[in-house]
Structure formats: structure tokens, C-alpha cells
Nanobody, 128 residues
Framework: QLQLVESGGGLVQPGGSLTLACAASGFTLDYYGIGWFRQAPGEEREGVSCISSSDGSTYYSEFVKGRFTISRDSAENTVYLQMNSLKPEDTAVYYC?????????????????????WGKGTLVTVSS
């Protein structure tokens, strides 16, 4: 059974850091484009950062560029999202998703509905 499981969420003060992990079971993440998305209460799900399966190219939304970093660990079959300089507006449920089709990272991030598999999410709360 194909499954994605997010972890690493929690409560952090503004300016702090968190690292989210997206672990896969039942399939190899290296063959999939991976995206991190988030959804705040009352808001639509939005792309945060995405990474391609082919050349490792990445995309970051304008809201997180320079603060977040997406990376793969093939040995662990896991994709990470390092989040630094967190702001209260980063508060949301963060989801990872996978797509088998070879699309650009930007295309993944701006079209969440195109992703094939989704995790259940992990809550990130940025508050003092």
C-alpha cells in the first residue's frame, strides 16, 4: 500500500525553526515529484515547495523563499522541509504529496489537485 507520512510539526516561537519529514512506504520517492503544501483554517491549500524527480530542481513560493529548504534523502526514502525564520502566518497543516508524472516543480506547486498521493498532514503552529 502506497503511503506518505508527515512528521515534525509542532509549536514554535516566531523566528524559530522546524524540520518536517515526509516518509514513504510502498514506493520509492526518488521516482516521484514531491511537494509540500499547507492549508490554514479557512484558506485554500497552497504549494510551499516542490522538488522534481528528474534533476532535483526545486520551486519555492514567494512566501517562503529564502527561509525554507526542500531536500531528499534517498537512503531514508524521505523528503524534508527545513523551515527557518518562522512567522505566525506560516501556521497551517502541512501536507506532502507525490506525483509520478514528470512535471516541473512550479507546476506541481501551483496545481495541488494534480498530485497523485497525499499524506494526512502535520500541524505547524507559530506563536509566542
Amino acid at each position: 500500500q502506497l503511503q506518505l507520512v508527515e512528521s515534525g510539526g509542532g509549536l514554535v516561537q516566531p523566528g524559530g525553526s522546524l524540520t518536517l519529514a515526509c516518509a514513504a512506504s510502498g514506493f520509492t520517492l526518488d521516482y516521484y515529484g514531491i511537494g509540500w503544501f499547507r492549508q490554514a483554517p479557512g484558506e485554500e491549500r497552497e504549494g510551499v515547495s516542490c522538488i522534481s524527480s528528474s534533476d532535483g530542481s526545486t520551486y519555492y513560493s514567494e512566501f517562503v523563499k529564502g527561509r525554507f529548504t526542500i531536500s531528499r534523502d534517498s537512503a531514508e526514502n524521505t523528503v524534508y522541509l527545513q523551515m527557518n525564520s518562522l512567522k505566525p502566518e506560516d501556521t497551517a497543516v502541512y501536507y506532502c504529496a507525490a506525483i509520478i508524472s514528470r512535471v516541473t516543480p512550479k507546476a506541481m506547486c501551483i496545481t495541488p489537485r494534480g498530485m497523485d498521493y497525499w499524506g494526512k498532514g502535520t500541524l505547524v503552529t507559530v506563536s509566542s
